[in-house]
Each structure stands twice: as structure tokens, then as C-alpha cells.
């Protein structure tokens, strides 16, 4: 599913290539900056033969084939490794490009679903190192939304329902039909803020659900993700997000199992789920300093 986000993204960024080329506000030689490597040398030589004008439209084309091979073809299980790692690779690549900015969530949750995924097809694997891979994007899953809520909680514009009424009056991520029942209805644009704040903060709950509760609620999570495409224009998002599903009911029904043959007692289920999600943060935090920080890192920002 998440190959299915690459390639409406690839198609987006080649049919903007030739615009942004001539209007980006953050040209390469701009964005290259933020690391020192990247402007001199061999890092400035090899930054721009990747990324550098004209050839930035290449990363797109190779996310758009690994997309389409993936989703079309039938890839063993070799090659579906190499193509999941493109992937991850190109997205890695389109952050050193823009330095982040217009990338979103769902950027960098594809990221981290396309590197796990091809980590599961290493040679060798085992039962456990593919339950390892699923539990390490379920915890990554539920960290994204309870992070996004607990943020949105601290937010007195989102507490105050100013927050919807704001987003949805804009151009990039605005809905006019929708903007103008909101703000007449300030009751209605509170509610929403805080069914959304709600919502995300409480994801985690979804591990210790029922199975029937549980993909109850993996289903209204889809249906969220698929209103904000509809009013938000945040299309791959749903693509990023759903993606996960499977991985975190497999966590669910791994806590439930592991709670029911006394392996993992209900008492113990917290701290077993707060590890995961450490271990999921880290890896995150650790994979994040090495893309975005360099010697003058601080100075450049």
C-alpha cells in the first residue's frame, strides 16, 4: 500500500520538476548548505550529479518504477528487496534535496516502512526477525498518532477549535465548501479539533482492544485519513498510515497471545509497549541526526 503513496508522489514531483526548477525558493545550491560535506569536495561533486538541476527529476523516476513494479509486477523476493530499498533510498534522497521542507508524515513514515520492509527480505531471515520488523512498525505506527495528539493537546489553538477553521482557509491544505460551515459553526469546528486530538492521543489504545474494537477502530482511522485527502488534499497519508494496520493488529494479537499463555502479563504489557516504542524513537532520532546534521548544522539553521 505504501508503494502506492510513492507513486502519486513521484508523479506529482515530475509534473512540478520543470516549474520548480525555474520558481523553488530553495534552490539546490541553497539547501545544500545545511551540510558542510555537501559544499565542497567530493560531497558537493557527488550531491550534485544525484539531486543537483536538471537530474533531481531522476530520484523521482526511479521512486515512480520501483512504485510500479512493486504494485504491478511480481517481484521475487530478492528484487523485492532492492525495490523497497530504492524507495527508502529516493525518499532519503528527496530530503537531502529539499532539507525537509514540503516533506510531511507520511514522507517520513513511507521512509521508515520501505527500510524496515526491505530489512525483512535480507537472506537469512527468520520467523522472529519478521515479527521483529512488523512490531518495530506497529510501535512506529502508534507513536506517530499519539505524538501528532499529545502535540495538537498542547496547542491552545487546537484546544480552542481555531486550529480546523485555520487550516482549511488556506490554499495548499484549504477546502472553501468545507472552511465555511466551519467557521460559522464554532461548536463544530471544536468538536472536530478535539475528536481529532482524541483520536490520535488514544491510538495506543487500539493494542489492547478486542479484535472486533480493534479493527473498528483501524477502519475509522482509515475513514480519517481518507476525509483529510478529500478536504486536505493529504492523499498519501492514507497510503503511509494504513499501511501500518496490519503490522500494529499483529502487535495486538501478539500482546493479547503473549497475555493469555502468561508470558507477558497485563502488568507488564505497558512496559513491554513502552520499550518497543523507545526502541522505535531511537532508531528514528539516531537515523534523523545522520540526515539532517552535519558540522555546521547548528550555524545553519
Known amino acids: 500500500m505504501t508503494a502506492v503513496g510513492a507513486v502519486i508522489g513521484a508523479v506529482e514531483q515530475l509534473s512540478s520538476t520543470g516549474r520548480r526548477s525555474r520558481e523553488e525558493i530553495l534552490p539546490w545550491p541553497v539547501t545544500r548548505t545545511r551540510l558542510k560535506r555537501l559544499t565542497s569536495g567530493p560531497g558537493r561533486r557527488i550531491g550534485d550529479a544525484v539531486v543537483g538541476p536538471p537530474r533531481d527529476h531522476v530520484v523521482a523516476a526511479v521512486k515512480l518504477a520501483a512504485g510500479l513494479r512493486l504494485l504491478l509486477g511480481r517481484p521475487g523476493h530478492t528484487e523485492r528487496g532492492i525495490l523497497l530499498a530504492s524507495l527508502a533510498t529516493a525518499n532519503v534522497v528527496n530530503h537531502l534535496r529539499v532539507g525537509g521542507y514540503g516533506m510531511d508524515g507520511s514522507d517520513h513514515l513511507s521512509t521508515v516502512t520501505f527500510a524496515a520492509a526491505a530489512l525483512d527480505k535480507l537472506p537469512g531471515n527468520t520467523p522472529s526477525d519478521r515479527r521483529a520488523v512488523l512490531s518495530f512498525l506497529a510501535a512506529q505506527s502508534v507513536l506517530a498518532y499519539a505524538t501528532s495528539g499529545l502535540v495538537k493537546l498542547t496547542s491552545p489553538t487546537w484546544r480552542g477549535g ?10 495548499t ?39 472486533r474494537w480493534a479493527r473498528a477502530s483501524l477502519a475509522a482511522g482509515a475513514a480519517f485519513h481518507l476525509a483529510n485527502g478529500r478536504y486536505m488534499g493529504l492523499n498519501r497519508f492514507f497510503w503511509a498510515f494504513t499501511a501500518t494496520y496490519p503490522a500494529v493488529d499483529f502487535l495486538r494479537a501478539e500482546l493479547a497471545g503473549a497475555a493469555r499463555t502468561g508470558t507477558l502479563t497485563p502488568s507488564a504489557a505497558p512496559a513491554a509497549l513502552s520499550a518497543a516504542l523507545s526502541a522505535a524513537s531511537n532508531a528514528l532520532t539516531t537515523a534523523s541526526t545522520a540526515l539532517t546534521t552535519g558540522p555546521n548544522a547548528g550555524a545553519s539553521r
Open 173 to 211: 491544505y484549504g477546502d472553501r465548501g468545507l472552511f465555511s460551515v466551519v467557521r460559522s459553526q464554532p461548536v463544530l469546528a471544536k468538536g472536530m479539533a478535539w475528536s481529532v486530538i482524541l483520536t490520535e492521543t488514544l491510538f495506543p489504545v487500539v493494542l489492547v482492544l478486542p479484535p
Open 162 to 171: 481555531d486550529a480546523i477553521p485555520g487550516v482549511l482557509r488556506t490554499r
